[in-house]
């Protein structure tokens, strides 16, 4: 199995800034693309942003230009940076990976259990 762990979430004022950290750690055979997600209260899960392992980055356009999302293939982390934090950047933040386990072949995506990124105005 695969487990993602994020940490870094918390509380900021407004135009703060705050990173957060996710690691994979199990058993496979390499990751694909990591990347982040949020889902605000009564709201959907949404896409932030994503790394490729070659490292093409996507971003929404929502964070573009204030969110940062790097990686260490070796070390199997991603992380988002993210600046100039506003009001409607509060969410749980989720890190996914797309993970090729047993079978190269196959990718199976994971998710973390999310952390809480609260934005005071």
């Known amino acids: 199995q695969v487990q993602l762990v994020e940490s870094g979430g918390g509380s900021v004022q407004a135009g703060g800034s705050l990173r957060l950290s996710c690691a994979a750690s199990g058993s496979f055979i390499s990751i694909d693309t990591m990347g982040w997600y949020r889902q605000a209260p009564g709201k959907q899960r949404e896409p932030v942003a994503a790394?490729?392992?070659?490292?093409?980055?996507n971003y929404a356009d929502s964070v573009k230009g204030r969110f940062t999302i790097s990686r260490d293939n070796a070390e199997n982390t991603v992380n988002l940076e993210m600046n100039s934090l506003k009001p409607e950047d509060a969410a749980v933040y989720y890190c996914?990976?797309?993970?090729?386990?047993?079978?190269?072949?196959?990718?199976?995506?994971?998710w973390g259990r999310g952390t809480q990124v609260t934005v005071s105005s």
């Open positions: 790394l490729t392992r070659s490292g093409s980055a």
């Open positions: 996914n990976a797309a993970v090729r386990t047993t079978d190269w072949r196959q990718v199976q995506a994971f």
